[in-house]
């Protein structure tokens, strides 16, 4: 009586198998369950060597992301009453990263990748306590909010088909976080940043696809901001042409002066 | 464009790449704006007889006006521009052919340069 | 940072264990609808230089008299090139769409402080078409 779903998840011990085969898995229907719940009731109740991320629940920490029918999704936001009664559905690893195990990714070269672009406020002069806080309107915050809420979860790796044929593209998430800190007004390392981002494999890879913007699940457009960048390192390029000397970083002033 | 190297050529100047994707955004826009009216009318409406097309002295004189050759110039060549640097993705990331890197960017940039010299001595010379 | 690949890098250690890391097939772009869009858009780059061929046939017939021309035009009206004019023209049209309804994500506007939305600063890169192709149609189509 009780409406069912089978999970289709995709298995892979790496003491075990050459590669990952799928596994089904029948699991309740309920109406407030979501695909991590699915995957929480297979752990508990059938299988407990079914391995995967997952921490917060509520879309937050970035942890859960998996191919859900072939879609890069969160899975502690997609319910599993959105596939309907007796669907089949199929849960993967995120796409385009080594798997460990099960749906567990590896996230090394993701980790590599950000910390490359310098995510962190850089600055060049450091102001004394005493000047107080480094203030900032609503305005010089609207520049850059969008690209902050980027929550790490790389469901944007696993839909750029050029993070999935490049190996070492910088890849969305890490160029949009780039840029959210080059439109911070208290940050002054734009130029510190562009040696990574103006580069065949940092913006130059990308080309505009947007399937990393469609996926994202806190709406953050890596790629728009991706193409944003593209036109301020052209222009850069374009003024170190005209300029060659003293061609400074220019940077709209900092928030204490 | 050697990837691997191209970190340290680049730690004080921005990539070339800057370049070439100016000349693409250029051609894109010209091919966005233009190109549709102009591939409709001589392309389509003209040879199909649902417009009056322009006669051999209409054409001749029109083009014979040094904007308008400006205007034919650019025409030709930016959308070949933007048609090289997409074109060039498209393979590296279509057919994944980014071995052959160099020929691709001879093949693509070469053939843009060569029908911009084409243009420029056709409207030269009419 | 060497120029080592970063799954090298990391792979190092010497407990590791076998990552499985699956090859994107080269008929990648078929496999989804989002993906073939994607490539469809790209292939508009190829209408593109037809389109430019074409025209410098066309002056080229233009540049060597009304004979030439007549023949130029002629050529024109053959089955095979006006099928591969239509489906140009599609593919044209297609460039023009996407490429204005992406424009505004690469270069945001603000006024007032607040993102002005997107179909808004498409709208005037439509009329600007629209402009512009009454009037090279005008031009073309006056009789003298």
């Not at chain 3, 010497?14 to 699956?22: I, L, V």
Request: some cysteine.
């Amino acid at each position: 009586m009780a409406d069912k779903i089978v999970l289709e998840i995709a298995r892979y011990a790496p003491d075990r198998d050459e590669a990952p085969s799928f596994q089904s898995f029948e699991v309740p229907l309920r109406k407030e369950w979501v695909v991590l719940d699915a995957l929480n009731h297979i752990k508990d109740k059938v299988d407990g060597t079914l391995t995967y991320r997952w921490s917060c629940r509520m879309g937050i920490c970035g942890s859960c992301g998996m191919m859900v029918n072939g879609e890069p999704k969160l899975t502690c936001a997609t319910f599993l009453s959105s596939y309907g009664n007796n669907a089949r559905v199929r849960v993967e690893p995120l796409r385009y990263f080594p798997v460990v195990r099960d749906l567990v990714t590896a996230l090394s070269d993701f980790l590599v990748k950000l910390q490359k672009v310098k995510p962190w406020l850089i600055r060049r002069d450091q102001p004394p306590l005493s000047a107080g806080e480094f203030l900032q309107t609503p305005e010089q915050l609207d520049l850059y909010k969008q690209f902050s809420m980027c929550i790490n979860c790389t469901l944007c790796y696993a839909a750029c088909p050029v993070v999935g044929l490049d190996q070492e593209f910088v890849g969305p998430a890490a160029l949009a976080l780039a840029q959210r800190y080059n439109l911070d007004n208290r940050d002054q390392g734009s130029a510190e940043r562009l040696a990574t981002l103006a580069h065949p494999d940092g913006i130059w890879g990308c080309t505009f696809v947007g399937e990393c913007t469609r996926v994202c699940p806190k709406h953050v457009d890596p790629a728009g901001a991706i193409q944003q960048y593209k036109l301020t390192a052209a222009l850069d390029w374009v003024k170190s042409f005209i300029l060659p000397r003293g061609h400074e970083d220019q940077h709209p002033g900092a928030a204490h002066d | 464009m050697t990837g691997k190297s191209a970190i340290e050529s680049s730690k004080t100047k921005p990539s070339s790449e800057a370049f070439f994707w100016l000349l693409f955004s250029a051609g894109g826009v010209v091919a966005a704006v233009l190109i549709p009216i102009q591939l409709f009318l001589f392309g389509l409406a003209f040879p199909l007889g649902w417009l009056p097309a322009p006669s051999y002295d209409h054409l001749m004189a029109l083009v014979h006006s040094p904007l308008a050759r400006l205007y034919l110039f650019f025409l030709c060549s930016l959308p070949l521009f933007h048609w090289a640097h997409r074109f060039r993705f498209t393979l590296y990331d279509g057919l994944q052919v980014k071995h052959l890197n160099e020929v691709i960017f001879a093949f693509c940039y070469g053939g843009a340069l060569l029908g911009t010299v084409l243009a420029a001595y056709l409207l030269w010379s009419i | 940072m060497t120029d080592q690949s970063i799954t090298d890098q990391a792979a190092r250690s010497e407990f590791h264990p076998r990552w499985y890391r699956e090859r994107v097939s080269t008929w990648w772009w078929l496999g989804e609808w989002h993906y073939l869009k994607f490539i469809l858009r790209e292939l508009t780059s190829i209408s593109v230089a037809w389109f430019v061929v074409l025209t410098l046939f066309q002056l080229r017939a233009l540049l060597h008299g009304p004979e030439a021309y007549a023949r130029f035009t002629n050529l024109l009206q053959s089955p095979i090139l006006i099928a591969l004019n239509v489906i140009a023209f599609c593919f044209a049209v297609f460039h023009t769409i996407t490429w204005f309804n992406l424009a505004p994500r690469a270069m945001p506007v603000r006024m007032g402080g607040k993102r002005v939305p997107e179909f808004l600063v498409a709208a005037p890169n439509y009329l600007l078409w629209v402009a512009v192709s009454a009037f090279v149609g005008w031009l073309l189509l006056r009789t003298p």
